[in-house]
């Protein structure tokens, strides 16, 4: 946490508003099991949901080790996740530079520089994640091709036109969509590409929902509709090339995570906004043109 003038300066210079600094606080404080307890599985950290069926015969088995179990099918399927959002960044080379924008405690990152060889960026308004996240590249020896830096997504002050691709594994729930493409807009080289996942509400069931509402208030963050995205990719000269609905594939993963010891108390939110059709699971991938 920044403790001296310089450091309070420079965090006023990442943290604009309130809201940026409370956002910052929830996550300079999260321990959550849900996280620590699944990453420690392997030593990816993720910060979002998992997608595919879950094995059913992690539920049977000996009752001590019953929920070990399960918190390593939960993990498997947020990997799974993250190659799924990796597989839309295209072709990329060992010399591209990528950014990963709320980069958290830094799992698909490591996971783009394992598959890609090349250099990956990440940016968080989280010191601790921040700090977490450049701890884990020394350890696995990969600090010269994956840096984590304080600084906000919006402004990230990276150079313009340097990135190959860029994604948000669910991070866009926390700012303006406008704000935030017209930022990518100006780090991407032309032909570069966008992956947003995201969890959005949606526009013909009219409104947010309460369960929608639910998981705003638990994570401190206001989903967008789905026409949003739409809109603020058009406004930004990001032209979308695919567009997934994966919400039949999470469905499973909250499923076997209410069966958990970490349940957080969010699942039952997620399942009946999925399942009433209020709010879907989205990957959108898009060019820069
Ligand atoms: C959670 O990551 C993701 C968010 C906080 C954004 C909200 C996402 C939506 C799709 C609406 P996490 O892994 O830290 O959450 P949890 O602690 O619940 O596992
Ligand atoms: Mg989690």
Redesign the pocket.
């Not at 993720?46 to 949901?49: A, D, N, V």
């Given at each position: 946490m920044p403790t001296t003038q310089t450091e309070m300066a420079a965090a006023d210079r990442v943290l604009r508003t309130e809201y940026q600094k409370s956002v910052a606080r929830y996550w300079n404080a999260?321990k959550?099991p849900?996280?620590i307890r699944l990453g420690e599985v392997d030593g990816l950290y993720?910060?979002?949901?998992g997608i595919g069926d879950y094995d059913p015969s992690v539920l049977e088995g000996p009752e001590a080790t019953r929920d070990q179990r399960i918190i390593e099918e939960l993990h498997r399927l947020e990997t799974a996740q993250a190659e799924v959002l990796l597989d839309h960044l295209g072709d990329i080379g060992p010399g591209d530079r990528l950014l990963d924008a709320g980069s958290?405690r830094g799992g698909t990152s490591f996971m783009a520089n394992q598959r890609f060889g090349c250099q990956v960026d990440g940016v968080s308004i989280s010191e601790q994640q921040v700090s977490f996240a450049n701890s884990q590249a020394e350890e696995r020896g990969v600090s010269d091709r994956v840096k984590f830096r304080f600084r906000n997504m919006l402004d990230t002050g990276l150079e313009t036109g340097s990135r190959r691709g860029i994604w948000t594994n669910?991070?866009t729930?926390y700012v303006d969509l406008s704000e935030l493409f017209g930022e990518f807009a100006r780090l991407l080289e032309y032909g570069g590409r966008y992956v947003c996942i995201?969890?959005c509400y949606n526009d013909v069931t009219g409104g947010r929902s309460k369960a929608v509402s639910r998981?705003d208030e638990h994570?401190t963050?206001n989903?967008h509709p789905r026409s949003e995205y739409f809109r603020a990719m058009a406004a930004n000269s990001l032209v979308p090339i695919n567009v997934v609905d994966l919400t039949a594939q999470t469905i499973p993963y909250w499923e076997l995570r209410e069966k958990c010891s970490v349940a957080?108390g969010?699942e039952d939110p997620f399942l009946t906004a999925y399942k009433e059709g209020s709010f879907h699971?989205l990957l959108i991938a898009a060019d820069r043109v």
């Open positions: 999260e959550d849900v996280n993720h910060h979002h949901y958290g669910e991070t729930m995201t969890g998981i994570y963050c989903i957080t969010i699971y």
